[in-house]
Nanobody
Framework: QVQLIESGGGLVKAGGSLRLSCAAS????????MGWFRQAPGKERAFVAA????????YYTDSVKGQFTISRDNAKNTVYLQMNSLKPEDTAVYYC????????????????WGQGTQVTVST
């Protein structure tokens, strides 16, 4: 049974930082590209960042470039999202996801999803 478990969310003031983690089990982690998505209140879930199987070629949505960093540790079966200079508009539920198809910004490419972790950025 594949499980993706996110952690590290919480309440932070604008300008602060958080690091999200996503621990994977039940799959051969190094065979999967990984992605982070987020769903803000009243909005559809949207792509944030993705990383290839080996950790190279990270890819970001334009709004988080230079602010967020995606990384992975295949020895720990974990993908991370370092979020700096957080803004109230970054408030959302953040989801990690796994794809066997090669990393993608399309939600349809991802077969496995975590339950999400809430990030709230206050002013």
């Amino acid at each position: 049974q594949v499980q993706l478990i996110e952690s590290g969310g919480g309440l932070v003031k604008a300008g602060g930082s958080l690091r999200l983690s996503c621990a994977a089990s039940g799959l051969t982690f190094s065979n999967f590209a990984m992605g982070w998505f987020r769903q803000a209140p009243g909005k559809e879930r949207a792509f944030v960042a993705a990383i290839s199987r080996t950790g190279g070629s990270p890819y970001y949505t334009d709004s988080v470039k230079g602010q967020f960093t995606i990384s992975r540790d295949n020895a720990k079966n974990t993908v991370y999202l370092q979020m700096n200079s957080l803004k109230p508009e970054d408030t959302a539920v953040y989801y990690c996801a796994a794809t066997y198809l090669g990393y993608s910004s399309s939600q349809n490419a991802y077969a496995y999803w975590g339950q999400g972790t809430q990030v709230t950025v206050s002013t």
